[in-house]
C-alpha cells in the first residue's frame, strides 16, 4: 500500500492527472482491504469452528422456536434464521448469509423486548456472531474459498 503522505504527488504514469490518479489509487487498496482472505491454518481453523457454533446455533434455536412461537412474523423470522444457518454452516454466501442472519436475530431480539415475551440475549449473541462472520469472512474451508478464493495457474514448461 502508498503511503498516505505521496498521495497527490507527481506519478509519472498519469500525465495532467497525476493527483487525480494517485488518489484512486490509494484508495483502490483501502477497497481491497474489504474483501475476505479466506484465512487457512490456524485462524482458518477458528473461523471453521466458529462457522459451525453460529451455523449449529441459528439451525436448532431457527427449529425450536418456530415450533413454539405462537406469532407468524416470528416463524418466519426463525425460519429464514435456519436456512441463514444452513449455508452458514457450509460457508455459502458467508457475508450475505451472516448479514440477514444479524438482521433476523435483531428483530427477533427487539420484537421479545417490546412485547416483553422472552429472552431476548440469545438472539443478540446470534446476531452477534453472525455479523462477526460477515465481517471476517467464511475462511478456507468452505465453499465460498472454492468458488470465489484466489486460484493459482501453473504453465506446464515448454
Known amino acids: 500500500m502508498e503511503d498516505p503522505s505521496n498521495v497527490g504527488q ?3 504514469n498519469f500525465g495532467r492527472f497525476h493527483r487525480v490518479a494517485n488518489l484512486i ?3 483502490w487498496d483501502i477497497l481491497q482491504r474489504l474483501f475476505s482472505t479466506f484465512a487457512g491454518g490456524w485462524p482458518g481453523v477458528g473461523i ?3 462457522r459451525l457454533l453460529t ?16 406469532s407468524l412474523t416470528i416463524v418466519v423470522l426463525q425460519t429464514i434464521g435456519a436456512a441463514v444457518g444452513i ?4 460457508g ?4 450475505v448469509a451472516g ?7 435483531v428483530w427477533i431480539a427487539l ?3 417490546l412485547s416483553h415475551s422472552g429472552n431476548p440475549w440469545i438472539p443478540i449473541l446470534q446476531a452477534t456472531l453472525g455479523a462477526v462472520l460477515a465481517m471476517v469472512g467464511p475462511g478456507a474451508w468452505s465453499i465460498d474459498a472454492r468458488l470465489y478464493g484466489r486460484k493459482r495457474i501453473d504453465f506446464p514448461e515448454p
Open 10 to 12: 507527481l506519478h509519472p
Open 25 to 27: 489509487r490509494y484508495r
Open 48 to 50: 471453521l469452528l466458529l
Open 55 to 70: 451455523g449449529a446455533a441459528l439451525i436448532y434455536f431457527g427449529i425450536a422456536s418456530a415450533m413454539a412461537a405462537p
Open 87 to 90: 449455508l452458514v454452516l457450509v
Open 92 to 95: 455459502l454466501w458467508t457475508p
Open 99 to 105: 448479514t440477514l442472519a444479524a438482521i433476523v436475530k
Open 111 to 113: 420484537s421479545r423486548i
